[in-house]
């Protein structure tokens, strides 16, 4: 089946740019010494795909027993943007990445939907020269799932007639949550029962079958 609609997100899809935040979180972390990052480090690795200031949230409440006030919280979210973004705009692209994009501009309506920041992430896919391969590009707020649900509506197109292209949990929760399809970059959704590959060159063969009629697994 084709999809008329397709949605990616950006992070670890279209730019190799994960490690590059991981490292920038733990920086950010290290005001409270090697062991507060290390947590903050691994809590981040196992929740890609959500907003920074959820995480700064987390931080705070489960590992600083702190409040985070509005203003730090916007202070450390400054001090992630400015250790991560230079580098995050100079990550390599995702293989298969741009051979996607290429078969499906024209074909389908693209979209991003992210965790990063809305602002941040216009500036580095305007950056890239990436812009132009997308309807528009959404970042946070809102959630994942909220975000999906809104590009669905905004277009029309029937949720199960909507593929959603992800590299974490998030990206899956948001579209089983939504009722549309999902394709997997990374060995982690290897038992999901979604299709997946270790990188988008699986995409674009899954994309040719599916616009075939004949979709595998």
Known sequence: ???PLVVFDCDGVILESVNAKTEAFYRVALHWGPEVA????DYHLSHLGISRFVKFDWLFKEVLHEELTPALSEKLGQQFADICLEEVAASPLVPGCLDCLDYLKGKSILYIASGMPDEELKTILKARRLDHYFTATLGSPPGK???LENIIFEEGVPPEHTLMVGDANTDLNAAETVGCAFFGRGEQFKNSGWP????LTGLLDYLRDAGEGNPKG
């Open 1 to 3: 089946m084709h999809f």
């Open 196 to 199: 997946w590959h270790h990188d």
């Open 145 to 147: 799932a909220m975000l």
């Open 38 to 41: 290390r947590q903050f480090k």
